[in-house]
């Protein structure tokens, strides 16, 4: 079974920060999907990427697939950008495996 | 795209009243289908996942069961709720041909007392 680590745990930046959440993960998956996880519990997803970078505004997502690796950047962070960031691997013929989040607080 | 709905929002229920949160989607056929719990302070924990009418794949034992009566409809119950099964459900959906993301709904929260 695939394991999923993010760092850090918990992260507290000022408005304006550039930000880097990461993820690693430990067997070779097909896809890995960035969710973000708003204090009312809804979750959006991100970004799915298997390979490269993907940008979507102040996000950008980026992938090294031989070192089982990802990272999240927001850049010029502001504090609606305030959430639990997911990371998730998709394998291919199982479910979902999920990262435990990173809690992220932006700061005015 | 996919919309997924969820009912109820919210839901209080006393220990071993019975319990079905019902999850539709719509824009989409023959998706994989998730229940998915976050406890308070916790992950995402996988609790069923379904790849056609049916077909129901159990992840964690326990009081709650599954079941996909219809293509587009997943639906979560209990017999006897548990204090322990309070949290946030979210249903998910998920087109693997398509390689598409995985959709979530908004979410149930519920609490057992």
């Known amino acids: 079974k695939n394991e999923v680590e993010q760092s850090p745990q918990n992260l507290t930046a000022q408005e304006g920060e550039f930000i880097t959440i990461n993820c690693s993960y430990s067997v070779g998956i097909s896809a890995l999907h960035w969710l973000q996880q708003h204090p009312g519990g809804g979750i959006v997803s991100l970004f799915m990427l298997s390979s490269g970078k993907k940008k979507h505004g102040r996000l950008i997502a980026t992938i090294n697939i031989q070192e089982k690796h990802s990272s999240l950047h927001i850049t010029a962070s502001h504090p609606r950008d305030s959430a639990v960031y997911i990371c998730?691997?998709?394998?291919?013929?199982?479910?979902?495996?999920f990262g435990k989040g990173t809690r992220l607080s932006v700061i005015a | 795209s996919q919309t997924i709905h969820q009912w109820p929002a919210t839901l209080v229920q006393p220990v071993g009243s019975p319990l079905s949160l019902e999850c539709t989607v719509e824009?989409?056929?023959?998706?994989?289908l998730y229940w998915y719990r976050q406890a308070a302070g916790r992950g995402l924990q996988l609790l069923f996942y379904?790849?056609?009418?049916?077909?129901i794949s159990s992840e964690v034992p326990q009081n709650l069961s599954a079941s996909r009566p219809q293509d587009r409809q997943f639906i979560l119950s209990s017999k006897k709720l548990l204090l322990s099964d309070s949290g946030f459900y979210l249903c998910a959906c998920y087109r693997r041909d398509k390689r598409e993301t995985q959709y979530f709904g908004p979410g149930t929260r519920l609490l057992v007392l």
């Open positions: 824009g989409t056929s023959n998706p994989n």
């Open positions: 998730a691997v998709d394998s291919g013929n199982t479910p979902l495996v």
């Open positions: 379904s790849v056609g009418i049916g077909q």
